[in-house]
């Protein structure tokens, strides 16, 4: 089983709808994040959590919500989605000595926004 | 707003030449730096971290950090049709942790 599981690995949805990416891990790092790609714009950051109980807005949090179900879980939702909305989405972990070892990245969820 | 820069390429290098990756970024504080490699349609993979002056080399990679300049650099020796691919930049924040990124740089080796 791989180490980030990321689910659905792909969607469409129609404009307007809410929808949820799921993200679970087995690493047991304290650390999550949510992250978008869009072409010729590398990664950006949605929302990050350092732990259950604390979760912070990226650069670009607007139109998303998160949930930090548990440490293993860490769930992103629009709650309308529209159509520049589609991208690919990333889920990362990493430990709080982030320094030395970078992140664990999911495989990804390919969201299409129609 | 924090940055990293990277020149998005494509660049094309043939069978056996040196590719040269660059990334820039506009933190001065910054002390962890990180390349990671992109498939096509893949998660991103580390291959090297640096975070102190000068070079570190594994294998046929080495990464080059130069943080007077705020310059970190990728080299890739005898470079394969099989490292033809984006490359990443990542910068961690100083202030929590999180990596921000730069756009990537889309690599070709050419046999």
């Known amino acids: 089983d791989a180490d980030v599981t990321q689910t659905p690995r792909n969607r469409i949805t129609k404009t307007g709808k809410r929808i949820m990416l799921e993200c679970s891990q087995t690493?047991?790092?304290?650390?999550m994040y949510w992250y978008r790609q869009d072409p010729g714009l590398g990664l950006r950051l949605i929302y990050y959590?350092?732990?259950?109980?604390?979760?912070n807005k990226g650069e670009i949090s607007d139109g998303y919500s998160v949930s930090r179900q548990a440490q293993a879980k860490f769930s992103l939702s629009l709650e309308s989605a529209i159509p520049n909305q589609t991208a690919l989405y990333f889920c990362?972990?990493?430990?709080?000595?982030?320094?030395?070892?970078?992140?664990?990245f999911g495989s990804g969820t390919r969201l299409t926004v129609v | 707003q924090k940055e990293v820069e990277q020149n998005s390429g494509p660049l094309s290098v043939p069978e056996g030449a040196i590719a040269s990756l660059n990334c820039t970024y506009s933190?001065?504080?910054?002390?962890?730096f990180f390349w990671y490699r992109q498939y096509s349609g893949k998660s991103p993979e580390l291959i090297m971290f640096?975070?102190?002056?000068g070079d570190k080399e594994d294998g046929r990679f080495t990464a080059q950090l130069n943080k007077a300049s705020q310059y970190v650099s990728l080299l890739i020796r005898d470079s394969q049709p099989s490292d033809s691919a984006t490359y990443l930049c990542?910068?961690?924040?100083?202030?929590?942790?999180?990596?921000?990124f730069g756009q990537g740089t889309e690599l070709s080796v050419k046999p």
């Open positions: 990362a972990t990493s430990d709080f000595d982030g320094v030395n070892h970078g992140y664990t």
């Open positions: 690493k047991g790092h304290d650390r």
């Open positions: 959590s350092f732990d259950v109980k604390d979760i």
């Open positions: 933190d001065r504080g910054s002390q962890s």
């Open positions: 640096i975070y102190s002056n």
């Open positions: 990542a910068v961690r924040d100083n202030q929590g942790g999180k990596l921000i």
